[in-house]
C-alpha cells in the first residue's frame, strides 16, 4: 500500500528497487532508537516507521529494471478504505508472462507501527499507510482538527478483492509474503488469503522477520507487549485475530506471532533469524535498558559481543532458520552472505512451500540468480531463487 501521490513526493519505484526493505528497515530502527527515551516510559512512547510499501506481483517479470505505475484503489473512500489522512491507498502491480502467468506474490514490505495519534499524524503521507500492519478499523481527531483514519484492515480486504478481480482469482500458485511488519501483516491475513481459493490452487504464506517476540529487555520491560498494546487499543485491531486465541487472552497478547502461527490453517514456512539484528537492537537490548555503553559494541556487531553477552542473547532469542544478525532475509542486501551459510537449506525449502519440487533441489545458476530474483521479485516463477544448491528437507 501506498500514500496518494503529490506533487512534491517521488516517482514509483520499480521492482528492481524490491532491496530498499532493507534501507527502510534500518531507518524505522534508527527512528525508533531515536525517539525511545531512557526513562521507563520509552514502551509507550510513538514508534517512527519508515517508508513501508505493499508490493503486488505476478510471479514472472522482465529481467529489464521496468518501472511500475501506481494504481490507486478504485472507490477507496467509499468502501471506507483509505489512508490515515483519508487518501486513497494504492499498490504496484506487474503482470507475469509464460509460465509465471497464474502464479502470483503479494509482498507486504515491513515499516514498523505507529502507536499513538502523535506518530500516526507524522507518519500520514508515508507508504504503508495505516501503520498497524493492514490490522485496524477505527479514526481517531487528530491535534489539527482533522480525522485520522485507521482503515487497515478495509485497506487489505478493498485491495485483495480488486486483484481477485484483476486475475487473482484465475491464479494457480499464489503466496503471500512480506518483512518485519509486513510478515506479521502476512500472518494476520494468512487465513484470509488462504481461503480466498478453492482446494486445487496452492496458495501459501511466508512471512519473514514477522516473529516479534514478547520478551523482558534487560532492565525487565517488554517493549514489544507496550508497543503493540498501544497500536491495538488505538486502531481498534480486532477482527483480524484469531477467535480462539481472543477466547482465551486479550488482543494484545493474541497479536504476536506466537499466539497467530497457532490458528492459521495455509501451509506456512515462518522465516527468521536466531539473532535477528531489529530485536537484539530495539526489543532485547533497547536504548536506556543498559549502563552506558556497554552493549553498544555488540548490538551493532554480535562478532563483538562477550561470552557474557552472548549467553544472554543466546537464553533469549530462539526461534530460527538462519543464525545470522540480520532483521529479514528474503529482500536483503545480505542475501548476497547468507547464501553461502544458510540459503541452500531455506531456498528449498522455500521451493517446496510454491510447489516447485518436492524433495531435494541442486545447482544450476549460482549467485547471480539470486540477485536477479532479489532486484526484479520474481523471474519465471521463482526458478531463479530455487535454482542454487538446496540440502534435502522434510518440511
Known sequence: MEWR?????????????????????????????????????????????????????????????????????????????????????GYHLQRGFGSGTHSWLIYLQGGAWCDSIESCSF????????????????????????????????????????????????????????????GLATLLHCNDFYARFPKEVSAKCLPDAGFFLNIEDLSGERLMLSIFNEVVQLQNVREVLPKDCLAKKNRTECFFAAELVKSIDAPTLIVNSAYDSWQIQ????????????????????????????????????????????????????????????????????????????RRGCHRQKGLGAVHRFMLHPLSNTIQHLMELTCLPSTW
Open 5 to 89: 501521490p503529490r506533487p512534491t513526493d517521488t516517482p514509483a519505484r520499480p521492482p528492481s528497487s524490491a532491496t530498499h526493505c532493507g534501507a527502510s528497515e534500518m531507518a524505522a530502527s534508527s527512528e525508533l532508537r531515536s525517539m525511545l527515551p531512557s526513562s521507563r516510559r520509552r514502551g509507550r512512547r510513538a514508534v517512527a516507521a519508515a517508508s513501508f510499501l505493499m508490493l503486488l506481483l505476478l510471479a514472472a517479470v522482465a529481467h529489464g529494471a521496468e518501472l511500475v505505475e501506481l494504481t490507486l484503489l478504485t472507490g477507496a473512500q467509499e468502501k471506507g478504505a483509505v489512508c490515515l489522512d483519508g487518501t486513497p491507498p
Open 123 to 182: 507518519r500520514k503521507t508515508t507508504k504503508y499507510c495505516d501503520g498497524a500492519s493492514f490490522a485496524g478499523d477505527a479514526e481517531a481527531q487528530d491535534k489539527d482538527g482533522s480525522t485520522l483514519y485507521f482503515r487497515g484492515l478495509r485497506i487489505w480486504d478493498a485491495v485483495v478483492d480488486e486483484l481477485m478481480e484483476k486475475g487473482l482469482a484465475s491464479a494457480q500458485q499464489a503466496l503471500l509474503s512480506g518483512c518485519s511488519a509486513g
Open 282 to 357: 530495539n526489543v532485547l537490548v533497547p536504548t536506556g535498558s543498559y549502563p552506558a555503553n556497554s552493549w553498544s559494541s555488540c548490538k551493532a556487531d554480535i562478532r563483538n559481543c562477550s561470552p557474557t553477552q552472548s549467553q544472554v542473547l543466546n537464553g533469549r532469542l530462539g526461534l530460527s532458520i538462519c543464525s545470522i544478525f540480520f532483521h529479514f532475509s528474503l529482500f536483503s542486501l545480505l542475501f548476497s552472505v547468507m547464501e553461502k551459510v544458510c540459503i541452500p537449506s531455506l531456498c528449498c525449502r522455500v521451493q517446496e512451500q510454491v510447489g516447485r519440487r
